[in-house]
């Protein structure tokens, strides 16, 4: 259809080891999937949590439609996702694990024109994991710079 828009939350990959992913569905409107569409989003504080066993992504940040009119959607607010009731359970039961946290790690758009959003399990890193990522950044910056050089 379109080209497919990939809006990642980078703070995600480095605040938190990411145990398990999966790929939810999400309920937009339409002016929502529009602002989507021209890369308009922003989900890098948004966190997901369970209200009556269904989930939502609190905080992703969907900026209003600039050719909306005053049925325009507001800008911040829960949207709900949309996975098996399966997968739901099993994130729900591994939820009551202490430490355990939803968070949403990339939104795109599939060849449909879909809008789905990739949140992962994971598990809060402690600084000296910070530090040791920080690290392997840098010496694999390093590496990537000597191999450019002698190609």
Do not use: W
Request: aromatic content about 8%; some cysteine.
């Amino acid at each position: 259809m379109e080209k497919t828009i990939n809006i990642l939350n980078r703070k995600a990959k480095f605040d938190y080891e990411i145990i398990e992913t999966y790929t939810a569905g999400i309920v937009l409107t339409g002016t929502e999937i529009k602002s989507i569409r021209l890369g308009k989003a922003n989900i890098a504080d948004s966190f997901c949590e369970f209200h009556n066993g269904e989930l939502f992504a609190i905080n992703t940040q969907i900026d209003e439609y600039l050719f909306g009119n005053q049925f325009n959607h507001k800008a911040k607010s829960e949207r709900k996702l949309l996975l098996n009731r399966r997968e739901l359970k099993k994130l729900e039961r591994a939820l009551d694990t202490k430490g355990l946290t939803i968070v949403p790690l990339k939104l795109f758009t599939n060849e449909k024109g879909l809008a789905k959003l990739d949140i992962g399990l994971c598990r809060g890193k402690k600084t000296y994991d910070k530090r040791e990522s920080l690290k392997s950044q840098d010496v694999q910056r390093d590496l990537d710079r000597i191999k450019k050089a002698y190609k």
